[in-house]
């Protein structure tokens, strides 16, 4: 792209893990510039002791500048404070007043740029009787209904990948977008904030409307029957899944593709109310169609009577997928790490992640240097407060 959106936007972050970072990749993406401040040594805890080898960290924070600074001192948090004005969004998933603690609160740093974006992400709020309580991925997804909805009633399991910090990310970045947007119509500073248990409400909307619907929490199986979703074996053991939904004629659809017209006459199935209430008896006649044919000659039959379906892909085959591979949703660096792109296109092309991730350190002193000059700096680096990547980490790199 020859211009990205967020092109001169600045982004401080004291993140870690996936919600947090994860927000400020899809801000990069778009062109923001984002900094991320580290611990001096070890950087962030999601590097896991391998610096940039972890393939999770250069997932969420390819294409990031790194300052490690220690912010238990407080000429580290004196650097912090002298940047401060020069960036347009901090972005902090720590617990509630840990940023408060160290003099980085909205308070302190709203006084030094007055339309600044803070930006807090948390486990379950700022307040309440959980504020306190640690939060990750599967806690989020446990406390905030997903564990239940995805599994079968009374038998709940762990999902098979990370879902909440995932959406935590995502309704991050679309807040923050919002606030740019609001200060660019002539707002002040504002605080944005969200959770892991705000941001999977977003997942559980029609979850929440089937309770409604039906007095009922529901589990892994209980809107199949109002939407019509069958997931079915097929003779080469690939498996397909059918969205049939309300529409009458995907019905009708489906009946011809299976060459099956005395279904249309069976009472059971005559309505959509009448394929809910028999659903289970449906699902027995598809599983046993379903069984005859292979998969390909399945979808085929199903494309050209226009039937809503999907084979069932694992991540491997949805990546190598020429519909995925047309979408241009990967980038792939040189080491064989497929990175996922932004989910949107401006003007038919996808921003590309730029560069590569950042050594712990990597741009400490260029970062450190808009403001101080090289005795200030010689003198940090010295003293342990500020961290700058050897040089042959660098060279290596």
């Known amino acids: 792209m020859t211009h990205k959106p967020l092109a001169g936007v600045r982004v401080l972050e004291f993140g870690g893990y996936i919600s947090g970072p994860y927000a400020t990749s899809i801000l990069c993406s778009l062109g923001a510039d984002v900094v991320k401040v580290e611990r001096p040594g070890v950087g962030e805890d999601f590097r896991r002791g391998a610096n940039i080898d972890s393939l999770y960290f250069r997932q969420y924070n390819t294409g990031k500048r790194s300052l490690?600074?220690?912010?238990?001192?407080?000429?580290?948090?004196?650097?912090?404070?002298?940047?401060?004005?020069?960036?347009?969004?901090?972005?902090?998933?720590?617990?509630?007043?840990?940023?408060?603690?160290?003099?980085?609160?909205?308070?302190?740093?709203?006084?030094?740029?007055?339309?600044?974006?803070y930006t807090s992400v948390t486990g379950f709020g700022n307040g309440g009787p959980m504020v306190d309580r640690p939060a990750y991925d599967m806690i989020g997804q446990a406390f905030g209904g997903l564990v239940s909805t995805l599994s079968n009633e009374g038998h709940a399991q762990l999902a098979g990948t990370c879902l909440a910090?995932?959406?935590?990310?995502?309704?991050?970045?679309?807040?923050?977008?919002?606030?740019?947007?609001?200060?660019?119509?002539?707002?002040?500073?504002?605080?944005?904030?969200?959770?892991?248990?705000?941001?999977?409400?977003?997942?559980?909307?029609?979850?929440?409307?089937?309770?409604?619907?039906?007095?009922?929490?529901?589990?892994?199986?209980?809107?199949?029957?109002?939407?019509?979703?069958?997931?079915?074996?097929?003779?080469?053991?690939?498996?397909?899944?059918?969205?049939?939904?309300?529409s009458q004629r995907f019905w009708e659809c489906l009946v011809a593709a299976m060459d099956?017209?005395?279904?249309?006459?069976?009472?059971?199935?005559?309505?959509?109310?009448?394929?809910?209430?028999?659903?289970?008896?449906?699902?027995?006649?598809?599983?046993?169609?379903?069984?005859?044919?292979?998969?390909?000659?399945?979808?085929?039959?199903?494309?050209?009577?226009?039937?809503?379906?999907?084979?069932?892909?694992?991540?491997?085959?949805?990546?190598?997928?020429p519909q995925v591979e047309w979408l241009d949703i990967f980038e792939r660096e040189t080491d064989g790490l497929a990175l996922t792109r932004v989910p949107w296109r401006f003007d038919g092309e996808r921003p590309r992640r730029p560069g590569t991730a950042p050594l712990v350190g990597e741009h400490s002193l260029e970062i450190a240097g808009e403001v101080y000059g090289e005795d200030e700096l010689r003198s940090l680096v010295a003293s342990g407060t500020l961290f700058p990547a050897p040089a042959s980490s660098s060279a290596s790199k």
């Open 68 to 117: 490690a600074v220690n912010l238990k001192d407080p000429e580290g948090v004196a650097l912090v404070k002298a940047l401060l004005p020069r960036f347009d969004v901090v972005l902090e998933n720590l617990r509630p007043g840990k940023m408060d603690a160290l003099g980085l609160g909205r308070g302190d740093l709203t006084a030094l740029r007055s339309d600044l974006i």
């Open 260 to 321: 099956r017209p005395e279904l249309l006459a069976d009472a059971r199935f005559t309505t959509y109310a009448d394929r809910m209430v028999h659903y289970h008896d449906l699902a027995k006649i598809l599983e046993g169609e379903f069984l005859v044919r292979p998969a390909a000659e399945w979808e085929k039959l199903l494309i050209d009577h226009d039937v809503p379906f999907a084979p069932v892909l694992d991540v491997k085959t949805y990546r190598e997928h």
């Open 165 to 246: 910090d995932l959406i935590t990310g995502l309704s991050t970045a679309t807040g923050i977008l919002a606030a740019l947007v609001g200060r660019g119509a002539g707002g002040g500073s504002t605080h944005v904030e969200t959770s892991l248990t705000e941001a999977i409400s977003t997942l559980t909307i029609d979850a929440v409307t089937q309770l409604f619907e039906t007095g009922r929490a529901p589990s892994r199986q209980s809107r199949h029957p109002q939407a019509q979703n069958f997931c079915l074996a097929t003779a080469s053991g690939e498996f397909i899944v059918l969205h049939l939904s309300s």
